[in-house]
């Protein structure tokens, strides 16, 4: 699914990844600064590897012997932060359909009421993100990121913002996200104990080196 053979260079950090990324779920855990949110921001293509290759589906996204660099828009990869990071003037309605309004009809994968239902988010959406629990806005940014069909769901510490009881809840979901979608999911955290809930395969990141564990 996903080839990693790459680094990167920034300001005296060096990221060195070589990888072959295949599980349903794929933990990617490490200590604070190791280089975790860098990682998944190459694979998401927000940051270019200053030398390598990156491939998806045996598809170059990046190359740096030809110059090929996939930006972030074209690979069809969905991004759930910490936060959420919803749209704080738009709706919740406006911000699911966020990303589905700029797919032709035959990309789209996901009815707006499948999403709805799988994440139980249908009474919210004409709240705006500031009326929502850190649970549902969570749910709500889950939701944003099916629906722009992604070929690949990138997670970057997505509970870490919660407390217990609020992650105990989200966990399921995103049992159901990987169960009835089967999109593969990639998800950074510093709690291994979620990429064992979720099933999920890890990978170790520490001082910018990425290892199988
Ligand atoms: N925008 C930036 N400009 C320069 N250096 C950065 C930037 N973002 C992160 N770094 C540095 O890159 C290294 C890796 O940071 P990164 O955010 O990838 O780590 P992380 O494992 O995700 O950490 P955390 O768990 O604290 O989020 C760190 O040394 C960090 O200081």
């Given at each position: 699914?996903?080839?990693?053979?790459?680094?990167f260079?920034?300001?005296?950090?060096?990221l060195?990844?070589?990888?072959e990324?295949?599980a349903?779920?794929?933990?990617?855990?490490?200590?604070?600064?190791?280089g975790?949110?860098?990682?998944?921001?190459?694979?998401?293509?927000?940051?270019?590897?200053?030398?390598g290759?990156?491939?998806?589906?045996?598809?170059?996204?990046?190359?740096a012997?030809?110059?090929a660099?996939?930006?972030?828009?074209?690979?069809?990869?969905?991004?759930?932060?910490?936060?959420?990071?919803?749209?704080?003037?738009?709706?919740?309605?406006?911000?699911?359909?966020?990303?589905?309004?700029?797919?032709?009809?035959?990309?789209?994968?996901?009815?707006l009421?499948?999403?709805?239902d799988?994440?139980?988010?249908?009474?919210?959406?004409?709240r705006?993100?500031?009326?929502?629990?850190?649970g549902e806005?969570?749910?709500?940014?889950?939701g944003?990121?099916?629906l722009?069909?992604?070929?690949?769901?990138?997670?970057?510490?997505?509970?870490?913002s919660?407390?217990?009881?609020?992650?105990?809840?989200?966990?399921p979901?995103?049992?159901?996200?990987?169960?009835?979608?089967?999109?593969?999911?990639?998800?950074v955290?510093?709690?291994?104990?979620?990429?064992d809930?979720?099933?999920?395969?890890s990978?170790?990141?520490?001082d910018?080196?990425?290892?199988?564990r």
């Amino acid at each position: 699914m996903l080839t990693l053979d790459c680094r990167f260079r920034r300001h005296g950090f060096e990221l060195i990844a070589q990888a072959e990324i295949t599980a349903p779920v794929t933990g990617i855990c490490g200590p604070s600064g190791a280089g975790k949110s860098t990682l998944l921001s190459l694979i998401a293509g927000l940051l270019q590897p200053s030398t390598g290759t990156i491939a998806f589906d045996g598809e170059p996204l990046f190359d740096a012997a030809n110059g090929a660099f996939v930006p972030a828009w074209r690979r069809h990869f969905g991004l759930v932060f910490q936060d959420g990071q919803l749209f704080p003037h738009l709706s919740v309605h406006a911000n699911l359909v966020y990303g589905q309004r700029r797919l032709r009809p035959e990309e789209r994968r996901f009815e707006l009421q499948t999403v709805l239902d799988l994440l139980e988010i249908g009474q919210l959406l004409d709240r705006r993100p500031s009326q929502l629990s850190g649970g549902e806005r969570q749910r709500v940014a889950i939701g944003r990121a099916l629906l722009y069909s992604p070929r690949l769901l990138l997670f970057d510490e997505p509970l870490s913002s919660l407390d217990r009881r609020l992650k105990a809840q989200i966990l399921p979901f995103l049992r159901r996200v990987r169960d009835e979608t089967r999109i593969p999911m990639i998800y950074v955290t510093h709690a291994p104990e979620e990429i064992d809930a979720l099933g999920g395969v890890s990978l170790d990141i520490d001082d910018g080196v990425l290892r199988a564990r």
